[in-house]
């Protein structure tokens, strides 16, 4: 299975088809807009208008998975899964995996092309997250980032694009708030207990419960700040644990660490577990 560039397919490149995608290899399926498999992730995705929680910003996209369609109407009539193709995204974004993009002529008229089909690169899957979307039932959403974003004056990149080596890494930030919390818990992890003592002092990190940035638009506030081991981050920031109201965690047995000097806000918890469906 292709993961990453077809050799001779620049960003850029139009299709008149779904065929003609499919014959050279960009995108291997007639209609479904997700290729790939869990075990070994995404390859490509098409975005074609066809789910109407879709966002298009550009370089940023807040992609819908499969499933759960009714092809008729077209509206949502059941709960979406990560499971299949939808796994297959969250395997991407898991092992920092690059994915093929297309944009049909059905999606956003600001970033799609008037016709066919267009390839525009490759993007990667920041996160993924799971929330009731605009006909009522459960969604699995995906914020997709252009790998090579484009400049100012070019919307989507064109022409032959460069070949550069690249490392994917988590991003871990770290604001004079997020010091603080960590400082009130001694770096001590609020689910685990466990604190990390390196060779040069104790490291822990902060975990924002509504994630910054689009869509979720997160504050960087301290209610908003858990301190966490490196294990339980990505737990939590991943779906497999949650917090309730009370502390109780949702996915693992036991009860949140907290201090009476760190006030944790309710709405941020809330936030969290509709994204997963909690």
Known sequence: ?????????????MFASRRELYDAGVH?????G??????????????????VDDQDLGNEIVYTGRGGRDPASGRQIADQVFDGQNQALVTSCLQGLPIR????????????????????GLYRVESYWHER????????????????PATPSQTIPAGPAARIQSTVLRIVR???????????HNFHCQ???????????????????????????GPDVIGNILCLCPND??????????????????????????????????????????????
Not at 203 to 208: D, I, R
Request: proline share 5%.
């Open 101 to 120: 993009l297309v944009r049909g002529a059905e999606s956003d008229p600001r970033y799609s092309p008037g016709q066919g089909y267009r390839y525009d």
């Open 174 to 184: 770290d604001t004079g708030v997020s010091r603080e919390v960590k400082a009130l």
């Open 133 to 148: 979307g605009l006909n009522g039932f459960l969604v699995c959403r995906y914020r997709l980032v252009a790998d090579q």
């Open 191 to 217: 689910i685990c207990g466990v604190r990390l003592d390196c060779e040069g002092g104790p490291y822990a990190e902060a975990a924002h419960i509504r994630p910054l940035g689009a869509p979720h638009h």
């Open 28 to 32: 291997r399926a007639l209609q479904a």
């Open 34 to 51: 997700i290729v790939g498999a869990a075990s070994t992730g995404a390859e490509s995705v098409v975005l074609s208008g066809g789910y």
């Open 1 to 13: 299975m292709p993961i990453g560039e077809i050799a001779g397919v620049a960003p850029g490149s």
């Open 233 to 278: 981050h990505v737990l939590f920031d991943n779906g497999a644990i949650s917090i309730a109201d009370d502390y109780q965690l949702i996915g693992r047995s036991g009860r949140l660490r907290v201090s009476h000097r760190h006030e944790i806000d309710p709405a941020q918890l809330k936030y969290h577990r509709k994204m997963w469906g909690r």
